[in-house]
């Protein structure tokens, strides 16, 4: 056996395929097999990011938050909670079930769970010893 490094797209796109062979065996796919990008910014009145949410529906209709940032001088001024907001009401007009989501103590966890997500995993002493690293879920009904 020889391990090295992928060298194509191809490559990794076999790995890929082949895992959602055999999953497709063990469950139906819940929505299409082609992963749905939600990707959204938030500019202020002169044109400035000052936020966005980049994430996408998978598989089995879960909307899966990957980054989300907010500038520090617009925190806590509702834009988090609208940009969130938007984002989970096209994952549910697209069949999304499910959103998920992780962060880190220094991060967000707080805002998380004030727009009614559940703690379902924790990380501790990660990335750091004193911090962790938590994983949240919320039912898009």
């Known amino acids: 056996m020889k391990i090295e490094i992928c060298k ?5 796109h076999q790995i890929v395929d082949n895992l959602n062979s055999y999953n497709k065996e063990k469950v139906d796919w819940i929505l299409s097999n082609l992963y749905t990008s939600i990707e959204l910014i938030a500019r202020n009145d002169e044109g400035k990011i000052i936020g966005g949410i980049l994430g996408g529906i998978g598989y089995y209709a879960g909307f899966y938050i990957k980054i989300f940032w907010i500038d520090e001088s617009e925190r806590g001024k509702g834009v988090g909670g609208k940009l969130l907001q938007e984002a989970e009401n096209i994952a549910r007009e697209k069949g999304a079930k499910l959103a998920v989501v992780d962060t880190f103590s220094f991060q967000a966890d707080g805002f998380y769970q004030q727009h ?3 703690e379902y995993g ?3 002493d990660y990335p750091h010893k ?3 690293n938590v994983f949240f879920k919320k039912e898009l009904k």
Request: no cysteine; proline share 0%.
């Open 8 to 12: 194509s797209r191809e490559e990794a």
């Open 130 to 132: 004193g911090d962790y």
């Open 122 to 124: 924790r990380i501790t």
């Open 116 to 118: 009614g997500y559940e």
